[in-house]
């Protein structure tokens, strides 16, 4: 090898590497700037297969791989998000808007002004003035965008020049002959290439760029782009390895949907070669391959759509192993929930998260509600299953401090970084809402076993103090859960009522031991269950300030 072919050699590696950081920023961008919409998103996802081929589309054309859509799935499906019938669609829809950079890379064939060296360098000077000096989170996202954009286009421009000077070269010509007269061998080699760089997008962008060079003849660009449809799955069923087998079945659906499709049209576009040999020798221009990349797709999407069904009940028998495993804790379903597939799509993992918090919240209502039970009864049995709750709220912090510092390390705006620290701030306030719960639980066992009895008057006090606190922290949680600003109105009022209701009650208490109608040990155990209840009114009132500092 000489040292030109080293050269072009290094400037292929190269070229392939700006491509690939170009494609990964632009989605970056993408993603960041969609944000709260990305967000949205997983609310709309039904059992309408349509609606989920249409948002698998559209997450796949912002995220730019069907690949990372797909492994999101896998997650999903794997915490009990999504079911196999939800999947479907989006596997499908996920193919289709793969198809989206490949038309992006055939620009270069539209005119003059869409070649990269055109316009590439000025879209990453923009860019980078765009991301390095505006203060503007939007403009940043999108100089990212640009940014990335144009180095995508630099690494293209980089990749055909590293091959033009081999454009007559007689080995890419009877590489191309081989591949085209043999079906098996061009879709190996599209789903090797495709397998070993995790990404179709890149693998199809590879294969244009031969084409824009002119050495690839359409027999052979077909296959291997049937076979790059095929490696795309290799993602998702390696993300699958420790999965449970709903989805590992979902993985198994990926492959089976593109492995079909590919044989079906590989056998129609055998045929038509066979008939028509000229035309299968003629060579094929990056436009063709975008033109054939999305006809596959679609077509594929259609014809395979009314047998969704079938897919998942063949995947079933292809994926063994029995559906149910061993009975889950709350806090192991919460773990799967926390499914870190779903990092993929920082987004999703985001709402994914508020989910599980807002789930962490009616845990410590629900143990709000034994505590208070327990405290007006004396009930040493609500007691100790405030303690269990308690223990299970902990987990909860665990499991959920450690998932948010994970989605705080990956790429967010700085709507989401504020979201994410809220969350982190919420399931703290939470958790402090449960330890006040402990904390009257205690004075209920201290009740029962001193045999302290509240008077007719102290515990209607009581009963009224617990109602006003209980509404500000069920609003609370309404708030967080995306109710609007009319719940976060109604936490400060509930939190202003309870401040003077709890001054209130301190004074006609202190009447009340004046007056020798209450002993001293009554008395402390009821200022400080007053004391619990007012410390757990005021982290409702955090709660929902820090949703009405994202409003």
């Known amino acids: 090898m000489s040292i030109n072919d080293l050269q072009m050699l290094f400037k292929f590696i190269g070229g392939l590497g700006m491509f690939l950081y170009g494609m990964n920023a632009m989605a970056d961008g993408l993603q960041k700037s969609a944000g709260h919409r990305m967000q949205q998103l997983l609310g709309a996802l039904t059992k309408n297969r349509l609606m989920g081929v249409i948002l698998g589309a559209g997450i796949t054309a912002i995220i730019q791989s069907s690949s990372a859509t797909t492994v999101m799935v896998v997650g999903f499906v794997n915490a009990g998000i999504m079911n196999l019938g939800q999947a479907v669609g989006i596997i499908m829809g996920a193919n289709i808007g793969t198809t989206v950079t490949s038309w992006i890379v055939s620009m270069s064939e539209w005119g003059e002004m869409l070649k990269p ?77 495709t397998g070993i760089i995790q990404s179709s997008s890149a693998s199809v962008g590879i294969l244009q760029t031969l084409a824009l060079n002119g050495i690839v003849n359409w027999q052979s660009a077909i296959f291997i782009t049937l076979g790059q449809n095929i490696g795309t799955c290799v993602t998702a069923l390696i993300s699958s390895v420790g999965a449970n087998k709903t989805a590992k079945q979902a993985a198994g659906i990926h492959l089976l949907f593109n492995t079909v499709g590919a044989v079906i049209f590989g056998i129609v576009m055998y045929i038509i070669f066979k008939l028509n040999p000229v035309f299968a020798s003629s060579t094929i221009s990056s436009v063709e ?55 993929e799509t920082p987004s999703f993992a985001i709402e994914n998260a ?21 405290l007006l009864d004396n009930s040493r049995a609500e007691a100790e299953q405030v303690e269990k709750l308690e223990a299970k709220i902990n987990q909860y912090e665990k499991l959920l401090t450690s998932y948010l510092v994970k989605i705080n390390n990956q790429s967010l705006n700085e709507e989401q970084h504020l979201l994410v620290k809220n969350l982190f701030y919420t399931v703290s306030n939470f958790e402090r809402v449960s330890d006040h719960c402990e904390n009257l639980s205690e004075l209920a066992v201290e009740k029962a076993d ?102």
């Open 289 to 343: 391959i975008s033109i054939f990349h999305t006809v596959f797709n679609v077509s594929n999407t259609i014809l395979l759509f009314p047998f969704a069904g079938l897919l998942v009940k063949a995947s079933s028998f292809m994926i063994r192993g029995s559906k149910k495993g061993k009975e889950e804790t709350e806090g192991s379903q919460m773990e799967r929930h926390l499914d870190e597939r779903i990092l």
């Open 354 to 374: 508020t989910q599980e918090v807002i789930n962490m919240g009616k845990a410590a209502l629900e143990n709000f509600d034994i505590a208070t039970a327990a």
């Open 117 to 193: 060296e055109f316009f590439a360098p000025a879209l990453v000077g923009v860019g980078a003035v765009m991301t390095l000096f505006c203060k503007n989170s939007k403009k940043k996202q999108t100089g990212e965008i640009l940014v990335g954009f144009g180095v995508l286009f630099i690494g293209l421009t980089f990749m055909s020049a590293s091959i033009t000077p081999y454009r007559d070269a007689p080995i890419f010509a009877q590489a191309f002959a081989v591949l085209g007269r043999n079906p098996f061998l061009g879709i190996l080699a599209g789903a090797a290439v």
């Open 450 to 551: 001193k045999n302290i009895v509240f008077s007719l008057e102290a515990a209607g006090e009581m009963k009224e103090m617990i109602k006003t606190v209980r509404s500000a922290l069920e609003h609370a949680i309404n708030a967080r859960g995306g109710a609007g600003m009319s719940e976060v109105r109604a936490v400060v009022q509930s939190e202003e009522s309870v401040d003077m209701l709890e001054e209130e009650l301190r004074e006609r208490h202190i009447e009340r031991l004046s007056s020798h109608k209450c002993t001293p040990e009554n008395g402390i155990v009821f200022l400080e269950a007053l004391s619990n209840l007012e410390r757990i009114s005021d982290h409702a009132h955090n709660i929902a300030g820090f949703v009405r500092d994202e409003m």
